[in-house]
């Protein structure tokens, strides 16, 4: 059996405020007969702190009462908040229209003369109850919905910043638009990759929390590096970085953004605790973009640019920042260079490579 079958129906608790203790007591007699629990209260005062202190189902309210009448005490109720949907049923001698209307419009769920017969009495309390108990079971329902959906946009904003992470922001958009990602051509990209000099000997010969440890200090300074100068992060590759300007989002001087952002990044390795060197390769031309894989889904980019700022990435064992003739052009009288000639990049054969001074580029 489930929790609501085993569910026992609660007693109704009914509070009686009443100032005359002879018709109050008569009206306890009565809520005993039909199975209701009576709390009794002799005025308006009574009776609200009554309300402070017990759990209570449904009011029967007097109109005329010392000190605080039926009216103020049903205003009251409705003012506050966590009582407007108390049933409350005005029970009084009075019988003139002027008084039932006036409880209506104060909010009364009904109204009752004086005596009160014990059958009516039954109907009017149960009808009541069952009212409150339909919009109990409503805003039981709406709050359970609100928390559903609260949790969905709680897992939905956790999609999105796995997304974020390996999707560009263009990309991202497209995927939440049309459900996908369609490969296109990019022209005039700059292409950064970075890699950290002497990686695997390193991790060989310190333990493991210390190369997680300022790798991850690492890796967090790029990011920021290459957020700086609108450089998009495609992928980290094991120690490496691969990132892009003016793929999907526009960039003026994509070159200048990457080479301000790959001298940052030598800057950051510098400074961890393990004083690492990197180096930085950067290549300029068109790419081809795309999603790839299903179960763990990823965006990248191919081409001979792409290519060649990672075969820059991978030379000599200091650090430095490594331009293609192509990258150059983009940015030749703004920053200053030593041409390398005779470098030998797999799949090319020998090129024309610049590597950037030291200093700010301009």
Known sequence: MNAVALEQPRETVVLVVEDDAANRDLLLDELDMIGCRGIPAADGRAALSILDRCDVDLVLLDLMMPSMDGFEVLRRLRADFTRRMLPVVMISGMSDMVNIVRCIELGADDYLPKPADPVLLKARISNCIQKKRWHDQEASLKARLERQLAEIERERARADALLEVVLPTAALRELKLTGSVKPRRYDNVAVLFADIVAFTAYSETHSPEDVVANLDGLIEACEWALAEQGLEKIKTIGDGVMAMANLALPCRDPVMAALRAGRAMLEAAAGTAAGWRMRVGI????????????????????????????????????????????????????????????????????????????????
Request: hydrophobic residues 45%; without cysteine; proline residues 4%.
């Open 283 to 362: 290549s300029y031309g068109p790419v081809v973009g795309g999603v790839v894989g299903r179960s763990k889904f990823n965006f990248d980019a191919w081409g001979d640019a792409v290519n060649v700022a990672a075969r820059l990435s991978g030379l000599g064992d200091r650090s430095a920042v490594y331009l293609s003739a192509e990258a150059w052009a983009e940015i030749a009288g703004r920053a200053s260079a030593s041409r390398l000639d005779g470098i030998v990049l797999k799949g090319k054969g020998p090129v024309a490579i610049y590597q950037v001074h030291a200093g700010d580029p301009a």
